[in-house]
């Protein structure tokens, strides 16, 4: 049985919403983070919580034994396009060489299950809807660092004998329906930028690029709530261990909306008068990408709950609202 679970990530925006799900189901959480991107309201209360760098594979190695750890989540990594395009050296030191801290850790250990946060950037620009075995060929930095954390997993976790679980995220959206937790930083999220134009006095909503090949020129994204992304995480470890397997996901809804039709639900929804301006494509930004998910729900038994653009949107509205009266108390 799946019992002591490690997040690292844990006091981030994704890892906090896991975090959350897994203490609803009664499961011990083990949160390691360095709140280098993380944040200390995010961190769940009734997760132990260790601040460290993951960096550190020997202090690592005796939190599993200490906790008894049956099942790691990794999530700690760096992920903004534009910065990894500045700073590979950061990217690839986070993402892979700490990634590796990691599963050295897991030597001699109690640990048989490993999930890895993953992304759609690993795949090949213009493949319109992408499954688990379309050409992989990573644009950005960031892409190229998942896909070595990638490799360097399929490698240690099959010679240590532990089920590992990669999910390649498409992407993630929205606040937990609780209202305690969502999305605090400025990392370039489409929705949270535009959750903070919308509440300004005369809102302008920047779009980056109106001439890719698409359908109205913007790009296309598989946006998932990031309810339904946690729910996917604690459905995909019992899966691992019951079934006593290794997957790679797609986990996305296999939908698209382009980032116009986006704009214009934010524009709907705010009720004021939203004006959209063009800036330039930002590099490393793939024109379109949609899940195939079929994998993902032959693997686990999954309906998402919150898979309406609409619902996403008012998503991050509620939150961004919340958090905008708590910064003015
Ligand atoms: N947000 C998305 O749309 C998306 C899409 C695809 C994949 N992902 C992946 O999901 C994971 C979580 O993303 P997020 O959106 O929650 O980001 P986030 O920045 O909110 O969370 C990352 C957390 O990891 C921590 N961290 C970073 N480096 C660390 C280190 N060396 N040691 C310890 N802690 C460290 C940060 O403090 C932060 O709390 C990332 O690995 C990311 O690549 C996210």
Redesign the pocket.
């Known amino acids: 049985m799946i019992k002591n679970i490690l997040v ?2 844990g ?5 906090s919403h896991i975090t959350e799900i897994l203490i609803n189901k009664k499961k011990n959480v083990i949160i ?7 944040f200390k309201r995010l961190i769940n209360k009734k997760a132990v919580f260790i601040k ?4 550190e594979t020997k202090k690592l190695k005796k939190l599993i034994n200490k906790y008894r750890i049956d099942t790691i989540i990794h ?5 903004i396009i534009e910065e990894g395009e500045k700073f590979p050296k950061k990217y690839f030191r ?1 993402n892979v060489t ?1 990634t590796k801290s990691v599963l050295l850790a897991l030597k001699n250990s109690s640990v048989k299950n490993f999930l890895f ?3 759609a950037a690993v795949y090949k620009d213009g493949l319109l809807k992408v499954n688990e075995t379309s050409k992989l060929k990573p644009k950005s930095i960031y892409g190229k660092t ?1 896909l070595q954390a990638e490799k360097l997993i399929k490698k240690f976790c099959k010679k240590l004998k532990i089920n590992y679980g990669i999910l390649r ?1 498409f ?2 959206v929205g606040a937990s329906p609780s209202g305690k937790i969502g999305l605090m ?1 400025k ?1 370039d ?1 489409l929705f949270k930028n535009f959750s903070l134009a919308v509440y300004k006095k005369k809102p302008v909503l920047q779009i980056y690029g109106t001439n890719y090949n698409t359908i109205d020129g913007t790009c296309i994204r598989d946006f998932i709530h990031v309810s339904d992304i946690a729910e996917i995480h604690y459905k995909v470890i019992l899966a691992l261990h019951k079934k006593n397997k290794s997957k790679i996901l797609n986990c996305g809804y296999g939908k698209g909306n382009s980032v116009l039709e986006v704009a214009e639900e934010f524009k709907r929804q705010s009720k004021k008068e939203v004006n959209f301006i063009t800036i330039s494509r930002r590099k490393g930004d793939l024109s379109k990408i949609i899940a195939s998910n079929n994998n993902l729900l032959k693997f686990i038994n999954w309906t998402p709950k919150h898979n309406k653009l609409e619902k996403m949107v008012r998503s991050c509205l509620t939150w961004e609202k919340k958090i905008s009266n708590l910064r003015n108390v």
């Open positions: 690292t990530g006091a981030g925006y994704i890892g390691v983070d360095d709140l280098s991107s993380g460290l760098n993951i960096k999530l700690a990594g760096s992920l986070n700490h946060s993953s992304t998942k995220y992407n993630v930083n990392s999220h």
